[in-house]
């Protein structure tokens, strides 16, 4: 490991200007007085939606602090950097790129080093790791911060250690000394910047820790402590009191990490001794004990971290998208705050102990959720798997406002096409829940035939039935694409994806012209997808014309001679395709942004019929010259709107939803006021409760009472139907109960993948009682931790019907001729044609149909 040295200096005189990269910062900008009232957020980052993607990805929520600083290279460049400190991990984000450029546990930094002088300067040591050299005018502040954070989170103090010389590791191969020194004049006047590496002799630490950086706000005089003129006097004070109450003598984090070890360690056993028994060969060095042996010996701490981490990945054959789940970060930092000699809980622990208690967790979760019922009622969905053979299972899952939550899983393989059986199956779930708390059941088109409908409408009276909205936008899509002329341009764009798709340096090619950026999207069904794409690539269109014509495309044989690549420059060339392209997401964006808004689990039923109102006044706009292609696609949407997708229940939400009913420019509402009466016949059977139902209506149909106070016609278009109901409805009493009824319900099921072969291995014959009902509870716990995971990250920046990552097994990928029906990620079982179309399950792609928990 090589060993420099970096000297910061404060010259009285304006350092010269050099050119710059577009990324490289003069440290100048970091020369600006420090506010007077530190308030943490400096960048608002609630209002930043790339950087709260970065922090929920993370499972980071909670923000310390965040501000602009800048980070020192190895090689002494200067980098622009936001660092984000939260309560549980340091972020550094390159604000260019908009990326993550490195995460740091709070529990792995070790210590904080700062210069004696008036500067900008501090390191952050982190021993497992390279450090960091970063410079704010905020650094105080920072310093505060993560003295706290760290003994809130981590139970031990950071040291902090103020030199004026100090060693910081730059990165796995480089130790660098750092001096700071004074030049002439007075010390407010430095402005520092690093020159060129020089090696550099002598070294003179000063060694400190938190008592010296108390010393250093509290302005006392302490020997090699200067005071610090930034800081409030109110943190002065507290600082002085804190000195003054209790002698400042703390055990240091090495001391406490080996009490805790000892502690740990049973009997008489020492900690050593209790660590040394934890080396044990892992499974893959046990067949390979030569070779890996050799290659993890020359790994850092981190890479040999990370290489552990992958070797149980790739021998237990997880799914590489676990490592975005928030419980995966949040078990390694459980590890890394244990510290050595952890011991992970046996097979039986998992099964037996944590099992029950985690099951007993989410229940209560549940039952928090039932206590709103008897005022916003709740929807039972019927969530259907068939492979149109003799397999059909139906999830049932519940949904209200704050939550939606998982139910039971039932095999309705033998009895599905049974009403009788069905009705008995669809009894249980409503006795269940209880009839007085359920509003609608959403059922898709598998149940069409089954009598299922009629029979719940006739038992239940204030219960309705309604489809699944995402299934019926689906399938409107789908008739969509098969128009001649639009299918068509979706194969000419498919052509020029599986050109890119499948050739490597094409790949690399390609996402050089667009940034990094992908060309195509995955989307929650085959023809989500294709739209998706399709606007991709239309915005992409000006990079994809510019690559084909570059040179560096032109001149590399390896692709440009292929026959594929005439056919993809002859049909971007194409003004034709453009048009046909740009006509696709013209019509096809209206009924995704629909989808979007009934997607996900949000109270929808207050806005679904504008919504699709507006989507098809959309396409006559578009087509106001081209009568037939307008006919076309609406007769597409009447159909299904009239076959499937419209409910009386739709009609009412949006009779009841103040954003339409005092909006002059809705034409529709005397149109859909039988169906509003009739909801109400249903949800008030009887003539007491609909007593005063007409002037009711009335004062909310002419906004009196509190109808018209200035607050509630504020909040008509700022604040959900439901909760507008809640606040304002008091003026028509039976009415808002109704009203909040109604608008509170969900549209159709959530939107996120589905593995339906885990639901078949609980239902397999080849089971015994025991290990069904541990499976049972395994599913419980993962189907409710999913839906509490959407709800909780569901925000503007993320999109329901999208997936981050690219389907590489479909149809805008493989090259395949008679490409497998198990490629396409449908989330709707009606829909489905074969198989378990909607699994993208790792194991069962590689390694086959093996059993799942070990179960």
């Known amino acids: 490991m090589s060993r420099a040295s970096s000297r910061v200096q404060a010259p009285k005189h304006e350092p010269e200007k050099t050119h710059q990269k577009e990324?490289?910062?003069?440290?100048?900008?970091?020369?600006?007085?420090?506010?007077?009232?530190?308030?943490?957020?400096?960048?608002?980052?609630?209002?930043?939606?790339?950087?709260?993607?970065?922090?929920r990805r993370q499972g980071d929520t909670k923000v310390l602090f965040a501000d602009k600083v800048l980070k020192f290279t190895s090689s002494g460049k200067m980098k622009r950097r936001i660092l984000i400190i939260t309560d549980l991990s340091v972020y550094l984000i390159d604000p260019l790129i908009e990326g993550l450029k490195r995460r740091v546990a709070l529990a792995t930094v070790d210590k904080l080093c700062m210069s004696d002088l008036n500067d900008n300067f501090f390191s952050i040591v982190i021993p497992t790791e390279y450090d960091l050299l970063l410079a704010s005018t905020r650094k105080t502040e920072i310093a505060t911060l993560l003295y706290e954070a760290i003994k809130s989170s981590a139970q031990y103090e950071l040291e902090v250690a103020f030199s004026n010389c100090f060693e910081y590791t730059a990165n796995a191969d480089m130790i660098k000394e750092v001096l700071f020194d004074e030049v002439e004049g007075q010390i407010e006047e430095i402005r520092s910047r690093f020159p060129p590496l020089s090696w550099f002799g002598k070294k003179m630490v000063l060694n400190g820790g938190i008592s010296r950086l108390k010393h250093h706000l509290s302005r006392l005089p302490s020997k090699g402590v200067n005071p610090c003129n930034k800081v409030r006097d109110d943190v002065t004070d507290r600082v002085r009191a804190i000195i003054s109450s209790k002698e400042d003598v703390k055990e240091t984090s090495s001391v406490k990490k080996q009490k805790m070890a000892e502690v740990r360690a049973p009997g008489n056993m020492s900690a050593s001794s209790k660590i040394?028994?934890?080396?044990?060969?892992?499974?893959?060095?046990?067949?390979?004990?030569?070779?890996?042996?050799?290659?993890?010996?020359?790994?850092?701490?981190?890479?040999n971290m990370e290489r552990n981490i992958a070797l149980f990945f790739f021998e237990n054959k997880l799914d590489f998208s676990v490592a975005r789940s928030s419980s995966y970060q949040a078990m390694i930092d459980a590890v890394g705050k244990f510290g050595p000699g952890l011991i992970g809980p046996s097979v039986e622990t998992l099964k037996t102990t944590w099992l029950k208690r985690i099951k007993s967790e989410v229940s209560l979760q549940s039952k928090d959720a039932e206590k709103e019922w008897a005022t916003t009622g709740c929807t039972i969905i019927a969530d259907t798997w068939t492979d149109n053979k003799s397999k059909a299972l139906i999830n049932f899952l519940v949904s209200s406002p704050s939550r939606t939550f998982f139910h039971k899983s039932v095999d309705a393989s033998s009895y599905f096409k049974t009403t009788k059986c069905l009705a008995d199956l669809f009894d249980s779930v409503i006795q269940d829940i209880g009839p007085e708390n359920v509003v609608q059941i959403i059922m898709d088109s598998s149940f069409n035939h089954t009598g299922i409908s009629s029979h719940i409408l006739q038992n239940y009276g204030t219960i309705f039935v309604s489809p699944c909205a995402s299934q019926c936008l689906n399938l409107i899509l789908e008739e969509f694409s098969r128009v001649d002329w639009v299918n068509r341009c979706i194969l000419q764009a498919q052509t020029i994806s599986k050109f890119l798709y499948n050739n490597v340096s094409m790949l690399d090619l390609m996402k050089k012209f667009t940034g990094g950026q992908e060309l195509i999207r995955t989307g929650i069904t085959k023809s989500v997808s294709s739209f998706l794409s399709l606007q991709s690539i239309?915005?992409?269109?000006?990079?994809?014309?510019?690559?084909?014509?570059?040179?560096?495309?032109?001149?590399?044989?390896?692709?440009?001679?292929?026959?594929?690549?005439?056919?993809?420059?002859?049909?971007?060339?194409?003004?034709?395709?453009?048009?046909?392209?740009?006509?696709?997401?013209?019509?096809?964006?209206?009924?995704?942004?629909?989808?979007?808004?009934?997607?996900?689990?949000?109270?929808?039923?207050?806005?679904?019929?504008?919504?699709?109102?507006?989507?098809?006044?959309?396409?006559?706009?578009?087509?106001?010259?081209?009568?037939?292609?307008?006919?076309?696609?609406?007769?597409?949407?009447?159909?299904?709107?009239?076959?499937?997708?419209?409910?009386?229940l739709h009609s009412a939400g949006a009779f009841l939803n103040p954003s339409i009913q005092y909006n002059?420019?809705?034409?529709?509402?005397?149109?859909?006021?039988?169906?509003?009466?009739?909801?109400?016949?249903?949800?008030?059977?009887?003539?007491?409760?609909?007593?005063?139902?007409?002037?009711?209506?009335?004062?909310?149909?002419?906004?009196?009472?509190?109808?018209?106070?200035?607050?509630?016609?504020?909040?008509?278009?700022?604040v959900s139907p439901g909760l507008w109901w809640e606040q304002f409805g008091d003026s028509a009493p039976v009415l808002q109960r109704v009203a909040i009824r109604i608008l509170s319900q969900v549209c159709s099921t959530f939107t996120f993948e589905r593995h339906w072969g885990t639901f078949q291995q609980i239902h397999t014959e080849r089971r015994n009682k025991i290990d069904k009902e541990t499976l049972n509870d395994v599913v419980y716990i993962n189907y409710n931790l999913k839906l509490a995971r959407q709800m909780k990250t569901m925000s503007m920046e993320s999109d329901p019907i999208q997936f981050d990552d690219i389907d590489m097994t479909s149809e805008w990928v493989e090259e395949s001729e008679n490409p497998s029906p198990m490629q396409w990620l449908d989330r709707f079982g009606s829909a489905l044609d074969g198989g378990d179309l909607n699994t993208r399950q790792f194991s069962a792609a590689m390694f086959g149909n093996e059993a799942i928990f070990g179960l």
Request: hydrophobic share 35%; glycine share 2%.
């Open 23 to 55: 990324d490289d910062a003069p440290v100048e900008e970091q020369q600006q007085e420090e506010p007077s009232e530190p308030k943490g957020d400096y960048l608002d980052v609630p209002s930043r939606p790339f950087l709260m993607k970065i922090l």
């Open 276 to 303: 040394s028994t934890l080396e044990t060969p892992s499974p893959v060095s046990k067949v390979f004990p030569a070779a890996l042996s050799i290659a993890a010996s020359t790994l850092s701490d981190q890479e």
């Open 538 to 648: 239309l915005k992409q269109r000006s990079r994809l014309k510019h690559m084909f014509n570059s040179p560096e495309y032109s001149t590399n044989s390896s692709y440009a001679n292929k026959p594929q690549s005439i056919s993809c420059i002859t049909i971007v060339e194409d003004n034709d395709f453009w048009r046909a392209v740009e006509e696709c997401v013209a019509i096809s964006e209206p009924f995704l942004k629909v989808l979007r808004e009934v997607s996900g689990g949000k109270p929808a039923v207050g806005s679904i019929y504008e919504l699709m109102t507006r989507a098809k006044e959309s396409i006559r706009t578009y087509y106001i010259m081209d009568e037939s292609k307008s006919k076309t696609f609406l007769d597409i949407v009447d159909r299904q709107w009239r076959d499937q997708l419209h409910s009386p």
């Open 664 to 718: 002059p420019e809705v034409k529709f509402i005397g149109s859909i006021k039988e169906d509003f009466f009739n909801v109400l016949e249903k949800l008030l059977p009887t003539p007491e409760l609909r007593r005063d139902i007409t002037n009711q209506i009335c004062t909310f149909n002419r906004a009196k009472g509190m109808f018209a106070c200035n607050l509630a016609m504020e909040a008509r278009d700022t």
